[in-house]
């Protein structure tokens, strides 16, 4: 399975009291890097005004980073330093490193994102690129990956894919002329049941190891916050012929990942949910170094690489302002980059990641463990499957979920469960008809709050 290895949090029925949380927040190894982060505060959320951060000293209880991430602290410092660099050195800053700032030269600053993303993956520096947006990253990549064939030309996916993913991949059989109704193979769950087991996903593989060209799942499944068996089935595929790829949306930043070692043959993921880098932030590829190759035996004129759609800052460096139109590919995944990346894009996502750059994932996805665990343990005690409002439809084994826990409540209660937490000031995700998504995020969450959700989660179950 996935990471790190560890058993469930198991807790007694003294654990259901704040005293206990707080001990358990008091006990946290993590729990300064709380302070690294700006908590959005109760009195903010209910203002219809624009409000500076701090003004209220009461925070929200944020359990919304599975969409959105909250701001870092680091943001204004660095944004400030992007605006000073610009400002007083103005086109010099694609080349001038300055002293006392917390960024690289323009040029090179990608890759100082790509060295701080790469540890969350799971990969080399090279393998790893800062680029774009999510989607658009998709797309760039299965331009690349996705290479059907007379035989081979379906794309395996999830069968409730993010419908930007699901868009993406039927626009690109559609774009080799296929028709996609008969070469989109969605992977779903057994009648009644919300996971989909790792046995009937290898099973699918099995039965189109002939006629499939790609794999492409969801590293988590968005709704129902089910973390699949990334080196198992990425094992299988390849032994089977297919390619395969992932897309990390709701992975990065939440689980331990080993893309290298796992041989994944690419990935996509964007950075503003767990990774806090602001809305619509710049995302980030993998492309495994085998990928990443380029060739010059025959002469440095003429290079030998995975064919991709290619641009100006997909070449080296060195010869980037010759303009001679001789394209000389970075290897590896920097080779895959096409336009100059915003600055100011770049600015926000390395700001997160010094973030990032204080812990490891392995802590990381330690806390998340227990904190999630102590959450489902509060959702269920004292209940009954027969008296209980709601089903958890997130798998149980805490290897396969991060940190999520999606709750389906009984028809007709989502409006008003939903508007009962926004009014105590608790930030969660809705999705019709009835679905919460409750993500406690180990970066900046608390067992504090876990059990203050509970409770107020609790009463607004009843009518």
């Known amino acids: ?66 969409s959105l991430g909250i701001q870092p602290k680091a943001v204004a410092k660095y944004m400030e330093a992007q605006l000073d660099t610009w400002s007083s050195i103005g086109v010099c800053g694609h080349f001038t490193a300055l002293e006392d700032s917390p960024l690289r030269e323009w040029q090179v600053l990608s890759e100082q994102a790509a060295e701080s993303m790469s540890k969350i993956v799971g990969a080399t520096p090279e393998e790893v690129a800062a680029m774009g947006t999510l989607t658009a990253n998709l797309h760039f990549l299965m331009a690349s990956f996705y290479k059907p064939t007379e035989t081979r030309r379906k794309i395996l996916m999830d069968w409730k894919a993010f419908p930007s993913d699901h868009y993406a991949i039927e626009s690109h059989i559609a774009w080799h002329g296929l028709d996609s109704k008969e070469n989109m193979v969605l992977i779903g769950p057994d009648e009644g049941q919300y996971e989909i ?26 709704y129902t916050g089910q973390l699949f068996d990334i080196p198992q089935i990425t094992e299988h595929a390849k032994s089977r012929g297919l390619v395969v790829g992932w897309d990390l949306a709701h992975a990065y930043g939440n689980v331990y990942l080993k893309l290298h070692d796992w041989e994944v043959d690419f990935a996509a993921w964007c950075t503003y949910k767990y990774g806090n880098a602001g809305p619509g932030a710049m995302g ?22 995975r064919h991709r759609l290619t641009g100006w800052y997909g070449g080296d460096r060195s010869v980037r302002f010759k303009m001679d139109n001789k394209f000389k590919p970075i290897p590896g995944a920097g080779g895959f980059v096409v336009s100059n990346p915003s600055v100011i894009d770049l600015t926000t996502l390395c700001a997160s990641l010094s973030v990032f750059d204080r812990t490891s994932m392995a802590a990381l996805r330690q806390k998340s463990i227990t904190l999630t665990a102590y ?17 958890i439809i997130t798998p149980s084994d805490p290897h396969a979920r991060g940190a999520q826990l999606s709750l389906l409540l009984k028809p007709g209660l989502l409006h008003n469960v939903a508007q009962k937490l926004q009014d105590a000031g608790i930030i969660c995700d809705k999705r019709e008809p009835d679905v919460v998504r409750v993500a406690p995020v180990p970066l900046y969450n608390t067992f504090s709050e876990v059990f203050t959700f509970v409770e107020v989660f609790k009463s607004a179950l009843v009518q």
């Not at 959450?375 to 089903?391: A, C, H, M």
């Open 1 to 66: 399975m996935n990471g790190v290895k560890a058993t469930k949090p198991v807790f007694t029925a003294e654990a259901a009291t704040k005293e206990y949380a707080a001990s358990l927040d008091e006990a946290d190894l993590l729990k300064d890097l709380r302070d690294q982060f700006i908590i959005p505060s109760k009195a903010n959320l209910a203002s219809k005004k624009l409000a500076k951060p701090g003004l209220s000293k009461e925070d929200s209880i944020y359990f919304c980073g599975n």
């Open 197 to 222: 087991s790792t046995e009937k996903i290898l099973k699918y593989i099995d039965q189109h190891a002939e006629d499939a060209a790609l794999l492409l799942l969801p590293g988590i499944q968005y």
């Open 284 to 305: 980030g590829i993998f492309v495994h170094e085998k990928h990443g190759k380029v060739d010059y035996s025959e002469g440095e004129d003429s290079p030998k690489f």
């Open 375 to 391: 959450l489902e343990f509060l959702l269920l005690k004292d209940t009954t499957d027969e008296d209980r409002q709601f089903t």
